[in-house]
């Protein structure tokens, strides 16, 4: 079989990518090029983006944020507003051939400035909105329509997500862009420009999932659930003692489970014969949740999380206990999960932090540490454009670049260097 | 420069992939491929997998939902229980090189099975969970902490999203897979064996959002914002006339924008003294976050949507209106976006669909219509497999498969071959 027995196996060994993002979305995109095996250079002004003090910190002042979204990249620091710096970093892009950003209003890292040295070059671009507005996943968010559609049954107002779903998806689309267009440029020579509106990436959302086409076809609105399943069964319950699982009975099988495992197999088919319907049809199912829901509610709160947690696990029926984020940071799915690997990170300490949600060929790869502003500067001006000792002093001395010996504390300090974000 | 001239030069031109799949990850993974350039065939039991029926559904029970996430892909139905069936599938994914699957037990789709006949063999296989049990968006949600952290401030039990988030990821983390592993093969001679489980595409992505490590760092658990931004200032506001936004202030030119259009700005420098905080740092603006919008708030309650708009409009601020489906399927952000298009959909009918959320070298591809079960079966098998007219017959007479000429009217049957649904 199809066993590569080294690291260098990994899907885009070989693949080089500068990085000048900020935020969520493109620093998850150059992370998860860098697990896929690329080598990613994240280049940030001196000091760090507008990302590199996000919350939450650690008690010195440290993102945790920062460092869970840029793990395993390296980091050169510039002082952007310096044209000697562009034409480095210029010369760095040029040299990798692939550039991510969701940089905006820099001439210097325009597709065309850079295609006109390196034809073949793959610049992905996320926008905020396509025509260059600005634009980040909490108002994207609100024109998607689902905040008006989450949440409990008869609340009023919005219901915004926490989850930054929309960064998360404009990140995988941007990894995804650059695979696609490495595959093409060693098939066929050719590079590519990629335009991500991070807009446009919630909008194909809402219209993939059909939500668009069912209002064009006079769908009415979404009622608000709670935490059941639109079309089919799905809802929490709680048990005796207090604690919450989600269940969900997609399939026929799921759901005459979920009725035996409650006793609840008479009296649903008496409901059948009195209702007229037939509960083998999700969508009956969906419209007597309510209904259904009682039925199955009053097992549970009679029955300890243990007892609830054995019945289910023995039937076919998908459930999950809800957790908090301190719950889930000791739980073992988290701490027995291969994916998970322990991660000294300088300047915040060691933790369990995770590597790409995949495994090849039968291995994980374990997630590396963050690097803090600068930390590679010279290494990689040294390394891919030749950069001697001597330049490499004085362009620090004049503060063009900082190495991460010209601050022997590594203290990043403030940046008086940032743009305005786009997504 | 480098615009190929031809949809032949789409990143993934030249791929073949085979999808045995259902729900949302993996047709959402196979629609993405497909966008990108790749041949995708779509391999069902006859009348369709568990999805095909799935809500919202038309007045005529067609599922506006399936339709949406199968775009442009062909479509084999064959009896999933018949060997002869099965070795036909085989023989379609060793030709093909590609199989994107959510199917679990199916002895005759695993890996190793497939990859003794196509050593290069690419086989991406989306699960649950890593050991193999069931998990659906639904139900994975609850253990990542996001439910009970979610939501109105004050309210208690879990409020689930309902955008399939988690869905959408591991779509995009397939999608991804298969164009590293794709690239590496082209390279290398190398097939793939990638294993995603649903449960770790969260996990990973709680990870790496930074909550997993604030928690291993003694952070307290998020208390619910309703629609405050953590860490930064951000914030829904209701018009005179009862429109809501969402303003994000993620800079301090944002925010200094923001009290300026608002007529704030004496007001907030007041507060800044009496405080002795200041402003420009966001973790104030969030600590402080009642206090700011109560000030803000208090002129949007005296002007206009209209008026708030311009005003916005003319700032820095970023903004969006709060919209239901309805209201975003007639929007211009919808109606006037070139992403989207007008798909003539079989059996649903005319409407506007969104292709892929990027433009590669200026150019977005037009989204193109879904197949009923079974459309391409006679098609594909004698295109790939060399199946004479004959033997189609004979197949088509014995159930084996179904072709869209052996139904007249080609409605889909209901399916007798489901299995339990993973992810």
Known sequence: MTHPPTPAGLPLAGT????VSSFVAVPLAGMTLGQLGAEVTRVDPIGGAADYRRWPLTEDGESIYWASLNKGKRSLAANFRDPEAQALIADLIVDAGVL???AAGRDWLD???LAARRPDLI????????DGGGAVDYTVNAATGFPLATGPVGISGPVNHLLPAWDVAAGLYTAL???SAVRRREATGAGARVVLPLEDVALATVGNLGYLGEAQFGGPDRERLGTSVYGTYGTDVVTSDGVRFMLAAMTTRHFNDLAALTGTTEAIKSLE????VDFGDEGTRFRHRETLGGLFRSWFVEHTAEEAHAALAASSVLFERYRTFRELAVDPLVTDNPMFSVVDQPRIGAHLAPGLPMSIDGRHTAPQPAPANGDDTADVLAERLGIDTDRLADLTARGVIRTATSDPHNRPVASTDQKDPNA
């Not at 080089?16 to 990085?19: A, T």
């Not at 610049?123 to 396509?130: D, E, F, I, K, M």
């Not at 014969?273 to 007229?276: E, F, H, I, T």
């Open 123 to 130: 610049h992905v671009q996320l926008l905020g909105r396509a």
């Open 100 to 102: 991510v950003t969701n």
């Open 273 to 276: 014969c009195a209702l007229g």
């Open 16 to 19: 080089r990518i500068v990085e």
């Open 111 to 113: 597709f065309d400035v």
């Open 177 to 179: 862009a650059v695979a």
